[in-house]
């Protein structure tokens, strides 16, 4: 079976633009996270997804959305790009909303200039 | 606001040596999990802990909970380059999916 898809890998834009990243889950899984990875830090919770309806915000502007499809896949936007927001963007699937076990995508590598 | 600390931030050793990385966190861990990133790669899971004085193993990985539930660490014995990676702790917060991460280990075995 297929692990978590995301795509694009690799992405630059600059300041200003907005961005979209995507995320397919684990087939079966329902549950989709986001994370924001700086260079040199552990990932930080930005949105939770459960059943198409938001279960969990970190704390992140209102630049940054979300919304997950009927097929459980999932999309990040970020508005109003900022130099501080590139990072790597960690997407991960999990069967339920408190099922332990969360498993990861490769990320997207997002180069704000 | 839960933190969790770990240390060294960077360890560079030698093939065949032994090392340990810590985690600690600012309150009881609802449940410690350890995991690896490669380079280019999303976080692996390794292992979940939730005892207090657990000790669980996975092949050279020792894994230990602290009694008092705030504090972990991993031993790794005879590392090897593939061992080579983050090594990160994350705690589940309260009710929810979300994962609360330190800052990470990076780890270089060199052979």
């Known amino acids: 079976d297929a692990g978590v898809t995301q795509s694009p890998t690799h992405l630059i834009k600059t300041r200003g633009q907005h961005v979209t990243l995507r995320c397919s889950p684990i087939?079966?899984?329902?549950?989709v996270s986001w994370y924001q990875q700086v260079l040199g830090q552990g990932p930080q919770f930005i949105f939770q997804?459960?059943?198409?309806?938001?279960?969990g915000r970190g704390n992140f502007p209102d630049r940054f959305s979300a919304r997950q499809f009927p097929n459980y896949s999932s999309e990040l936007n970020v508005n109003a790009l900022l130099l501080g927001d590139s990072a790597l963007y960690l997407c991960a699937s999990s069967l339920g909303l408190l099922v332990e076990t969360q498993y990861f995508g490769p990320g997207t590598r997002l180069l704000v200039l | 606001t839960q933190l969790l600390e770990q240390s060294p931030q960077f360890l560079s050793i030698q093939e065949g040596e032994n090392l340990t990385v810590y985690c600690n966190s600012s309150s009881v861990f609802s449940s410690l999990q350890w995991y690896r990133q490669e380079p280019g790669e999303g976080p692996v899971l390794l292992v979940t802990?939730?005892?207090?004085?657990e000790v669980k193993k996975l092949k050279r990985l020792t894994f230990q909970f602290g009694d008092a539930r705030k504090d972990s660490s991993l031993h790794i014995t005879a590392a090897q380059p593939g061992d080579t990676g983050l090594y990160l702790c994350a705690d589940r917060s309260g009710n929810t999916g979300k994962l609360i991460f330190g800052q990470g280990t990076t780890l270089q075995v060199k052979p």
């Open positions: 087939s079966g899984h329902k549950s």
């Open positions: 802990v939730v005892t207090g004085g």
């Open positions: 997804y459960y059943e198409k309806e938001e279960r």
